[in-house]
């Protein structure tokens, strides 16, 4: 089996350090505060989440784990949402019977499916479904909770709450939140800039509505010993500059960093070798190879200036908006490629950390230079 665990919620062995973070989640949240979670995509957020769930779990909190990124629709969030909120619940049928007579305009019921399983699901009884609906579902975790048993929501990609738009539903979330008692949040999601705006903006709802917490790439000393560990157990060797080539090869990004350990495993597992840096680059390029499709058709999306952004970006991502930068890369007026960049960043390829602009995923990067 590949040491090395990519693209899914990882638990130890796949999982290092991060313990500090936990902690600081765990205390926070118990302590009832809200908290919002921010890091760029594919840092590990949604990993280190979980395991502050178990933690909670431990101390007799209810966690409802609750993802933005499918609901569409006002009525898609009420189902989803009060589905995750049952899962919950020891007693399903009780909970179903509960449930209709805290929340107008639903009528939910028990199906069973083919293995005899009950599931959830509700109808609507309206046609639209009405801010009262709406109000209740929100309401509904501080109606089954109390100071024993004490809930907390987990929303992730929560910047997606703008498709319900908005604002309306932004305002009714947070003044529902401020009343309840027995219940506390924790937000997260992958668009920095999004969350960014939505907590830090003072004519938002959210401002100032919760503590912020940033995560960052993980210590590269302890992912070279983690590196170093997984490849043992197949008695394969990395050194530490090698190790050190593959986290910058991969743009020191925790799913990256999986990513292109496990091609380098299974391109070397046979062998029973020693990493080179020469292992290291023959892999990158096998994955830049396989996503070259994808890759071709992501950059023929982009504007002839975004094209000409990311040619600059590969060189550097600093003081983009100068005008030495603009001079040296000779790009348009400023308001120009704020406006690309912004595109840019909307659509997810490039991230800002800092002042410092990058594009996210290093082997596009690696695609780009193919071209440039
Ligand atoms: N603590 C960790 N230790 C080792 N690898 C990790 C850790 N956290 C995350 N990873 C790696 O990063 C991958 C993505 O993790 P996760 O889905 O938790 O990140 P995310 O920030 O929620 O991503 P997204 O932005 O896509 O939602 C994991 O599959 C794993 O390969
Ligand atoms: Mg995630």
Known sequence: MNPFSYGTIVKEPYYYNRYEECKRIVSTLAGGNNLVLFAPRRYGKTSLVFRAIEELEKRKFTCIYFD????????????????????????????????????????????????????????????????????????????????????????????????????????????????QKNVNYLFLGSRTHLLNDMFNNKSRAFYNSAMLMQIETLPKNETIEFLKDRFLQSNITIDEPVALNLIDQAGNIPYYIQLLAAEIWQYIVALHQVVSNEVVSLCVERIVDLKNDYYFELYD???????????????????????????????????????????????????????????????????LSRYA
């Open 68 to 179: 933005f990124l499918p609901v569409y629709s006002r009525e898609s969030f009420i189902e989803s949402y009060s589905k995750a909120i049952l899962k919950k619940q020891n007693n399903l049928e009780k909970a179903v019977k509960k449930i209709a007579g805290l929340i107008k305009g639903i009528r939910p019921k028990l199906v069973f499916d083919q293995m005899s399983n009950p599931e959830f699901s509700l109808d609507f009884t309206d046609e639209k479904v009405s801010e009262k609906t709406l109000e209740d579902i929100l309401d509904l975790p501080e109606n089954l909770a109390s100071k024993e048993k004490k809930y907390i929501i987990i929303f992730d990609e929560f910047q997606e709450i703008n498709k319900l738009n908005g604002e309306n539903f932004e305002n009714l979330l947070r003044s529902k939140i401020q009343q």
């Open 301 to 367: 999306r982009q504007s002839a200036y975004q094209k000409k952004i990311f040619k600059a970006l590969l060189i550097s991502g600093e003081n983009v908006f100068s005008s030495e930068y603009t001079k040296r890369h000779r790009l348009s007026a400023t308001s120009t490629t704020q406006k690309a960049i912004l595109g840019l960043i909307e659509s997810g390829i490039i991230e800002k950390v800092s002042a410092n602009y990058f594009i996210a995923d290093p082997f596009f990067k690696r695609f």
